[in-house]
């Protein structure tokens, strides 16, 4: 079992940056891909960035590319995204989700493991 924690968001102007953490227990992440997903109010969760096992590999929607990194500390347990040069658009709840295997996936179904959500709001 891995519990997700997440932190590290809040309320930032257009052009801001944020720094979100997910901190996992319960088992090691290292044999892990993990992800993080948002959900805007009144639309569905959607794939924001992954990050394989080992952190080589990452992913990321289009209308993030060049803005958000993802990252990961295996030796910390924990999995970071970097949020720059923040939009209006990227108001959501932030979830930070554990998959079922080391490769960094974008479809929620092989996410078993998820937090319990941290909000960013982004006002023009």
């Known amino acids: 079992q891995v519990q997700l924690v997440e932190s590290g968001g809040g309320l930032v102007q257009a052009g801001d940056s944020l720094r979100l953490s997910c901190a996992a227990s319960?088992?090691?992440?290292?044999?892990?891909?993990m992800g993080w997903f948002r959900q805007a109010p009144g639309k569905e969760r959607e794939f924001v960035a992954s990050i394989t096992g080992s952190g080589v590999g990452t992913r990321y929607t289009d209308s993030v590319k060049g803005r958000f990194t993802i990252s990961r500390d295996n030796a910390k347990n924990t999995v970071y995204l970097q949020m720059n040069n923040l939009k209006p658009e990227d108001t959501a709840v932030y979830y930070c989700g554990a998959s079922s295997t080391y490769f960094a996936p974008i479809t929620q179904s092989e996410y078993p493991y998820w937090g319990q959500g941290t909000q960013v709001t982004v006002s023009a």
């Open positions: 319960g088992r090691t992440l290292i044999t892990y891909g």
